[in-house]
């Protein structure tokens, strides 16, 4: 089957990770998605012999302030700060957020977060973190809604959330099992 493959961040708030897909390119082109995933061996993907882990690194020009409005996103300190300039926090085993000292990229983001209730977590951040308040997005064809923001230093950052809650429930059982 080949394809191309798409990721999409799934989980519930403080719980997060990526999932990998890989559809079947007939079916994508005639539309139908619907009951196609197939779930990419991690035995052997792109020619690495297995995946494990992934990290995700963002750049804050502030690392004190970045850890600690990072801290406030994902309610929880980091997992692990290595060195100086350099905190990372682990959303799901294996899958890791960085945030590191440095010039933040122009084009880097956004890490969108699935949540359980996005209009709860905007008005969270907005609050907490002085977020400007970001649209909600949906399409008919996509079965989530999605709304993107900035952190302080630029970085694209947003949640999504599913829309049928049969859907939410299910991702979220697959990945807490």
């Not at 990229?105 to 977590?121: N, Q, W």
């Not at 970085?155 to 809650?165: A, D, K, Q, S, T």
Request: proline share 6%; with cysteine; net charge neutral.
């Amino acid at each position: 089957m080949k394809g191309n493959p798409t990721f999409t961040s799934v989980g519930e708030p403080n719980i997060h990770c990526f999932k990998l897909e890989l559809f079947n390119d007939k079916a994508a082109k005639a539309g139908n998605r619907k009951g196609l995933p197939k779930y990419i061996n991690w035995n052997r993907i792109g020619g690495f012999d297995v995946i494990y882990e992934m990290t995700v690194q963002i750049r804050v020009s502030d690392i004190k302030e970045g850890q600690r409005w990072y801290e406030t996103l994902l309610n929880k300190e980091p997992d692990f700060v290595p060195h100086e300039g350099f905190a990372e926090w682990e959303l799901l085993p294996g899958c890791w957020l960085q945030v590191a000292e440095g010039l933040p990229s122009d084009r880097s983001g956004p890490i969108r977060l699935g949540v359980k209730d996005l209009e709860g977590e905007r008005d969270r951040v907005m609050n907490q973190l002085r977020v400007e308040h970001f649209e909600i997005f949906s399409r008919k064809e996509v079965p989530v809604k999605w709304g993107t923001f900035t952190d302080p230093w630029g970085n694209g950052i947003g949640f999504f959330e599913y829309i049928e809650e049969k859907e939410k429930k299910a991702q979220i059982k697959r990945i807490l099992g």
